[in-house]
């Protein structure tokens, strides 16, 4: 075995039971949200709690005690930028919306960047009692079952996942349903992007589309999506752009070439 494989092998490995554990813990204030003081950050629709604080806290305190020199990106706490050329992009609880109004549609989100693409992407879903895994070259898994998307599956034969939030305006949000819709597909928005990039791995949704995400959103979703045979449009994670936000578009082989439409970027 390389070096390189080891020091994939053993972040991987962290990553899955970091996971686990930071999941068990936002389960557990899942379990009691009325007792959680829900604050508001951009806009009204954009919440957080004392849950998405502390389960970074948690993994960054994981991450440090086992990589003290890698770097470490969250929503909550920001940017600590690291010497070992490896950054752990997390986003303690995707989908806080559906998260504080009692609904599953939530996940821990980690991924681990290596030259700057993510070669390391695992989704913790707690309510629904899944793990979605995928390191590069390693292949993605869901519950330890391989991954493998569908090339025959299209927009029209299945549903794509949009996003939207208050970075992009309604008229153009309403376009992009509208585009969808006459190309004959559909769509479905559950609150945690995260998620449904992982549902593209898995081959529940056929693609995703969000104006304007930033990257602890979406580069677990994206390692696991292509990793299961699927395409990314890259994240510009050098530099400043690994903070601010970026289109984020991914999809099955079937539907790469009317998402990339959907999203101008042909
Ligand atoms: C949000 C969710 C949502 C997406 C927003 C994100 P958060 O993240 O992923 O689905 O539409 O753009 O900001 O606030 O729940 O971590
Ligand atoms: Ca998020
Ligand atoms: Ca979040």
């Not at 996971?19 to 951009?42: C, H, P, S, W």
């Not at 969000?210 to 050098?238: K, N, R, V």
Request: net charge negative.
């Amino acid at each position: 075995m390389t070096t390189q494989t080891t020091q994939l092998d053993t972040r991987f490995a962290l990553a899955k039971s970091i996971a686990q554990e930071a999941g068990a813990m936002a389960l557990d204030y899942f379990n009691r949200r009325e007792t959680l003081v829900i604050e508001t950050k951009r806009d009204v629709q954009d919440v957080v709690s004392i849950a998405d604080r502390n389960v970074e806290k948690l993994i960054r305190e994981r991450v440090a005690s086992m990589f003290p020199e890698d770097g470490f990106l969250g929503e909550e706490f920001g940017h600590t930028a690291g010497s070992s050329g490896y950054t752990w992009v997390v986003d303690p609880i995707d989908g806080t919306a559906p998260f504080v109004n009692g609904m599953p549609n939530w996940c821990v989100s980690i991924a681990v960047l290596h030259d700057d693409a993510p070669v390391i992407g695992v989704v913790e879903a707690p309510c629904d009692n899944e793990i979605y895994a995928a390191a590069k070259g390693k292949g993605a898994k869901l519950n330890g079952k391989p991954l493998t998307i569908d090339p025959s599956r299209t927009i029209q034969n299945a549903m794509t996942g949009i996003g939207a939030n208050s970075y992009v305006t309604p008229e153009r949000v309403g376009a992009i349903i509208i585009e969808l819709l006459h190309g004959g597909g559909n769509f479905v928005r559950n609150g945690s992007g995260a998620l449904m990039l992982a549902y593209v791995a898995a081959g529940r949704l056929v693609g995703y589309y969000e104006p304007y995400m930033h990257a602890w959103d979406c580069l677990a979703g994206y390692c696991l999506i292509s990793e299961a045979g699927g395409w990314y449009h890259t994240f510009p994670t050098q530099g400043d752009g690994l903070t601010k936000g970026a289109p984020v578009v991914a999809a099955g082989p079937g539907a790469r070439a009317d998402l990339e439409k959907l999203a101008g970027l042909v």
